[in-house]
């Protein structure tokens, strides 16, 4: 597992890189899977919406670069650092590459995976089991996600008034 140190360092780069996600639709989520010796070897943020794909999740796209890069699909001793507690696929998907270490910004109530709404990490069926830690960040992390589903919320509620105006 990578220092505290490189982990707020690596939460910090997210949290930038989440914003920016934010800023072009997506969901404000941004991951990274860093080597035994603590460099990145995939990253990824949200595109399931620009890109139309229901598969566009930011852990996935950050094992989707880190095994083109190593050409491999095993990270046992490597750390993936996300800004929201993974969702049921990316838990699963993070359990199936074997990844070592999970830490997470902000926990997820609702649809979280790892201690969240469920824990698939120890589940019984897991073949696999990982070391998870959350709350790296976890208050900015938040505020970050709040103000963007805010944000998006405002913009419906904008253009819904707008709607019924223009049919007065």
């Known amino acids: 597992m990578v220092s505290d140190a490189v ?27 860093l080597d035994e010796a603590g460099r990145c070897v995939g990253w990824g943020s949200n595109h399931r919406h620009r890109r139309a794909d229901p598969l566009g999740h930011a852990e996935l796209l950050a094992l989707r670069r880190a095994a083109a890069a190593r050409g491999d699909w095993r990270f046992n001793g490597c750390t993936l650092l996300v800004t929201l507690e993974p969702c049921p696929m990316c838990a699963g998907a993070l359990i199936q590459a074997r990844v070592g ?17 469920l824990d698939l990490s120890s589940h ?38 707008a709607t019924a105006a223009g049919d007065a």
């Open 7 to 33: 982990s707020l360092l690596w939460m910090d780069r997210l949290l930038r890189l989440s914003g920016a996600a934010g800023d072009r639709g997506e969901i404000p989520v941004a991951a990274a899977l």
């Open 124 to 161: 019984p069926s897991a073949h696999h089991h990982m070391a998870v830690r959350g709350g790296v960040r976890g208050e900015l992390a938040g505020q970050q996600l709040e103000e963007w589903f805010r944000q998006k919320r405002l913009a419906r509620q904008a253009m819904a008034a």
């Open 101 to 117: 270490t999970v830490i997470y910004a902000a926990a997820d109530p609702k649809r979280g995976a790892l201690g969240g709404s």
